[in-house]
């Protein structure tokens, strides 16, 4: 057994080159084959790509589904957002734990299923949602909850639960998932036919210097969240020093309630890949790399054949359409579920087979990116827009949406609404228009943006979709007059907690004490002074921390308490002084009863 | 060599073009508290102790290359509070009993919190449940008091060329992890720079603890940052 560990873990590395930056690639291959990372095979691995054990034991424990103990055969992953919450997460989980006699986070005694829980698997519009290994199940119920684990017993084949196909290339051979686009509103960028080929026949026309004043004029902002201007990042990558560079496409889709990448990866793979070309003859560059989440392992084979495909038409490859001298070639990067490496600088940390902490800046990427190299990073959208932008041109372009922001928008809307699902969308539309279009009733909520960006009350909904006013990367989640503001920011500051990479001091204590702060409250025990310890470390966490993460992780809190107002007369209210509020004594004896073995007499 | 001129806290200071503005402060006699930073080693920026605001936005000085014209502000009472914070979380994450441990009088923990004026922490102690290893016949790593600060880390790789340390898991869970199942399975030796690089006593020596009585150690008298502000002051 050993023997056969050591062999087949070699023969892994072997294929990835002994390569220490394809660490990922070579452990997520070591846990497909053998169900986990023992420490047996992270010495195998160490040995074989000439780096150190505890390196390797770094990775691993990094990441969400890579384990260094055995799981079993079959992980079942329920996703546990918020909004999967409110359609029944706890009675599927409660369900599915029962059948199989095991609770969350075990693996039965036969080892064959193990099951957990995921943060956001991108499946908002088709909660409650479950990964088993990489098949996505949707719509869940406790009965179907319940029939799944029961048809698992069984075959133990994930692919065997898929019995209806969704619509779109869901139903491609190679992908045969169940998922549905949801497709609610097709707009001219993304949703109008674009034949293959046409937008890069076009860039190829004009100079690299002139691809890149055409993303500039017009005025194309990042999609990812950020909504920096991308011809100023492609120019900057252009000029900076360097032999070779690389452009990435971040498929990381990790903020909850988010899912608009997933449908373009499915139904605008070639506009993609002709983005990322023409991404590449622009800034100089003859490789590219897809990052796709690990959640979205189900689009993989997909993807591979259609970049198989546009290699023998011609668009990938060496000679692009005739150009002599132009080549550029793609790679997928799976990830393997942690939220943090959609922040660009920890993606490329990921790609060169690390932990995915984000880097220290400067150097930014465009100067100094994978592997050192200059690289440009843009979101799916971003690149699906190049091609258009480029076919349509840049007037076309910019005379969409509003001054500031130009084009359209792909936003996915999900929670309290009759219609979830994905809406591409001009930009300065309202926040109301999007209540109406998908028919959320009484509403009192929204997350635009998800829980890193901000949470509004009523009196903002005439704002407007724009990096001017409620900025998003594509989530807008609804939340209806009955939920509990306070409950969504302690619901995302566990998520938040989850997913921080731990590296600074802000980040990773401030996060738990907030969380400890805002719980108080919610469980009745709050002081005024609660509120204002809240303000005041989320205000800390925002401008200390390191990175994006934990300069937003607080935003809900901090939207919670902007519209608390009328709340929070029930939660808080002044305590004798000398009385710790939060301790609960008879708690605390049955604890200790718990302990000793007998009842306590005192209470 | 090109230089640049910028300003911390009004006072001129110049600096080596691609210098860090901690650097170029120390170089000025100005002291910037700092942590995770540790001379001949490359900065990690995870504690942030250093934080200065470079023209407006808080910055970690010890990543953050000084700029031609920037102003930096550094001891600012925002600035003060937030520092104080850092440590006094750094405090609750981890169990630190000063009175008996025998880094007390050498620690850089210790010594920030006597400069900031700290007593008692001001957050909720976390009580964290955290092993000590004891196997190596020189020295042991108490996790209790790691503060995550990587400089073994980064020790241990640059300097010593061996690699023994690194950090596993992420978030809360984040904890230092040793080449091997036990230190005792490394190569480490007592006279590693990776040991002395430790600002607190996690990585200790074993058998030359308490070696030097009370009010005779490092931080008794005088504080911690005083040599670099006498430069400035001569
Ligand atoms: C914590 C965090 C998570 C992020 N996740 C994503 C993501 O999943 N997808 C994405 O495109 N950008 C994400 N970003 C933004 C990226 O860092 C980066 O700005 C973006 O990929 C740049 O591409 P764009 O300019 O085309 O938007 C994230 C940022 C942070 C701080
Ligand atoms: S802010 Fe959070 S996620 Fe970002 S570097 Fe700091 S600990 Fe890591
Ligand atoms: S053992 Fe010491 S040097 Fe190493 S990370 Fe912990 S506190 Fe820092
Ligand atoms: S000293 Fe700069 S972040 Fe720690």
Redesign the pocket.
């Known amino acids: 057994m050993k023997r056969a560990l050591a062999k087949i873990t070699g023969e892994i590395c072997k294929k990835f080159g002994n390569d220490p930056t394809r660490m990922m690639d070579i452990a997520m291959a070591v846990q497909e084959r053998f169900g986990c990372v023992s420490p047996e095979a992270m010495d195998e691995i160490a040995r074989a790509v000439n780096s150190h054990r505890v390196e390797v034991e770094s990775l691993v424990t990094f990441y969400g589904f890579l384990s260094v103990k055995p799981q079993g055969k079959v992980v079942i992953r329920l996703c546990r957002d918020i909004i999967d919450w409110m359609k029944g997460y706890e009675s599927v989980a409660d369900a599915m734990s029962r059948e199989l006699g095991v609770s969350m986070g075990e693996t039965t005694p036969d080892g064959a299923i193990t099951l957990t829980h995921a943060p956001c698997i991108g499946m908002s519009d088709q909660a409650p949602a479950a990964l088993v290994n990489e098949v996505v199940v949707t719509h869940l119920t406790p009965e179907r909850g319940r029939q799944l684990v029961r048809d698992l017993r069984r075959h133990l084949d994930p692919q065997q639960l898929v019995t209806m196909v969704g619509d779109g290339n869901n139903d491609h051979p190679l992908v045969r998932s169940m998922v549905r686009n949801n497709i609610r509103m097709r707009g001219p960028v993304h949703f109008a036919d674009f034949e293959p080929g046409s937008g890069l026949r076009r860039a190829l026309t004009l100079k690299p210097m002139d691809v890149i004043r055409e993303i500039k004029e017009s005025r194309l ?8 201007p ?1 011809g100023l ?1 492609w120019e900057m990558a252009a000029n900076a020093p360097g032999g070779k560079r690389y452009v990435i496409c ?6 909850p309630g ?1 899912f608009k ?1 997933r449908v373009l990866l499915t139904e605008c793979t070639g506009q993609l890949l002709e983005g990322m070309a023409i991404a590449g003859y622009a800034v100089g560059s003859d490789t590219g790399i897809i990052y796709l ?1 690990g959640e979205y392992r189900y689009l993989l084979p997909y993807l591979e054949s259609v970049i198989e495909e546009r290699l023998r038409r011609g668009f990938l490859g060496r000679d692009i359409l005739g150009k002599k001298g132009f080549r550029f070639d793609v790679r997928v990067q799976m990830g393997a579920g942690a ?9 490329i940390s990921s790609c060169e087979g690390l932990p995915g902490v ?1 880097k220290n800046r400067p150097p930014f990427p465009p100067q100094q990116g994978y592997l050192g190299c200059p690289t440009i ?7 699906c827009c190049v091609s258009r932008i480029l076919l349509e041109g840049a007037a076309w372009f910019a005379s969409m949406g509003s001054p500031r922001t130009t084009g359209t928008k792909v936003l996915s809307i999900c929670g309290d609404c009759r219609k979830p699902g994905v809406y591409e969308v001009p930009f300065g539309i309202s926040a109301r228009e999007l209540i109406e279009m998908s028919e959320a009733e009484n509403t009192g909520t929204m997350l635009i943006g998800g829980p ?1 960006r901000q949470m509004i009350g009523s009196e903002r909904f005439g704002g407007r979709i724009c990096y001017d006013d409620l900025a998003t ?1 594509g989530a807008i989640l609804i939340f209806n007059r009955a939920r509990n503001k306070l409950e969504i920011a302690e619901h995302y500051l566990d998520f938040f907690i989850e ?1 921080s990479c731990g590296h600074c001091t802000p980040c990773r204590v401030g996060l738990i004490l907030l969380k400890k702060a805002v719980h108080k409250v919610i469980e009745g025990a709050g002081e005024p002074s609660d509120l204002a310890e809240m303000r005041d470390l989320s205000n800390f966490i925002i401008r200390m921390s390191r ?3 934990g ?2 992780a607080p935003n809900p809190v901090l939207g919670a308490l902007e519209i608390f107002g009328d709340l929070s007369a029930g939660f808080v209210a002044e305590r004798k002084p000398g009385l710790l509020p939060e301790f609960d004594l008879s708690k605390a004896v049955i604890d200790a009863e718990m302990r000793v073995g007998r009842q306590s007499k005192i209470v | 060599m090109k230089t640049v001129t910028f300003t911390i806290d009004g006072k001129i200071v110049r600096a080596d073009k691609g210098q860090t503005i901690l650097k170029a402060a120390e170089a000025a006699g100005i002291y910037i508290p700092r942590l995770c930073a540790c001379k001949d080693l490359v900065p990690h920026g995870s504690c942030r102790v250093c934080s200065v605001r470079v023209n407006g936005r808080i910055q970690a000085s010890c990543v953050q290359t000084a700029a031609e014209g920037a102003i930096v502000e550094s001891e600012t009472d925002e600035l003060r509070e937030y520092r104080r914070n850092i440590i006094d979380m750094l405090f609750v994450e981890g169990n630190h009993f000063c009175m008996f441990c025998e880094k007390s009088g050498f620690c850089e923990l210790q010594a920030l919190a006597y400069r900031f004026g700290i007593t008692a922490p001001k957050y909720r102690l976390l009580y964290p449940k955290r092993d000590i290893d004891l196997s190596h016949p020189e020295v042991y790593l108490d996790h209790n008091r790691c503060i995550l600060c990587g400089r073994c880390v980064r020790a241990s790789q640059d300097l010593d060329r061996k690699n023994v340390f690194q950090f596993v898991e992420r978030g809360c869970r984040k904890r230092l992890q040793v080449n091997g199942e036990a230190l005792s399975d490394t190569d480490l030796r007592a006279a590693d720079q990776a040991v002395s690089a430790c600002p607190v006593g996690a990585l200790m020596r074993k058998r030359v603890g308490y070696a030097v009585p009370v009010g005779r150690r490092p931080y008794d008298e005088v504080p911690i940052g005083r040599d670099i502000e006498k430069k400035g002051e001569e």
Do not use: H, S, W
């Open positions: 902002r990042g999609r990812g969240g950020a909504g920096f991308a990042k971040n498929a990381d889709e990790g903020e988010t990448d989440r939220y943090i490496c959609g922040e660009e600088t920890a993606l984000p990073v843009n979101n799916v959208e971003t690149l890193c990367g997913e990175c994006g993460l300069q937003a």
